[in-house]
């Protein structure tokens, strides 16, 4: 009796010694990475997790279409990375809008001011003369710029 691995319709004859390799889908493992990647940066670098996002959605599309022409199997894997690249995206979105108002208030409301005059102040207090004088005239200036921005730390 003459058999062969698998028949077209992919059922496994039995009467083989192994099953033959399911297809592989490496585009669904690389959406996963990308995704697992742009979730984990998107916190500290935005730009970085925004691209790992963008990525992890273009390679989870590509993986997930081939798991449902049936020419790769993990297309759980190619979903996962596909919904982590758009959370990581959606979440990069916010955070760059938040700090982006924030940025637009706090110079709207004299930041530029303030941070120029700390700069001067520092580069005054580096002439100070002997380190102790120095870290003194570092401390007053701290306390200078807390002073015109009373609501950086905690509004003390």
């Keep these: ?13 039995s009467s083989t010694a192994t099953p033959p390799p399911a297809p592989k889908n490496g585009m669904g ?16 670098l935005p730009i970085v997790g925004l691209v790992l996002g963008l990525l992890a959605l273009v390679f989870g599309i590509i993986g997930r279409g081939r798991a449902r022409r049936g020419l790769a199997g993990n297309g759980g894997m190619a979903l996962t990375g596909l ?22 208030a706090f110079f709207q409301t004299g930041g530029a001011n303030s941070l120029q005059q700390a700069q001067q102040c520092l580069s005054q207090a580096q002439n100070a003369g002997n380190p102790a004088a120095v870290q003194q005239a570092v401390a007053a200036c701290k306390q200078q710029f807390q002073q015109q921005l009373p609501d950086i730390g905690g509004g003390q």
């Design 83 to 104: 919904l982590l690249g758009i959370l990581s995206i959606i979440v990069n979105i916010i955070l760059s809008l938040v700090v982006g108002f924030g940025l637009f």
């Design 1 to 13: 009796m003459t058999s062969t691995p698998a028949d077209p319709h992919g059922q496994w004859d």
């Design 29 to 44: 493992v690389a959406a996963l990475i990308f995704g697992i990647l742009g979730i984990l940066t998107c916190w500290w």
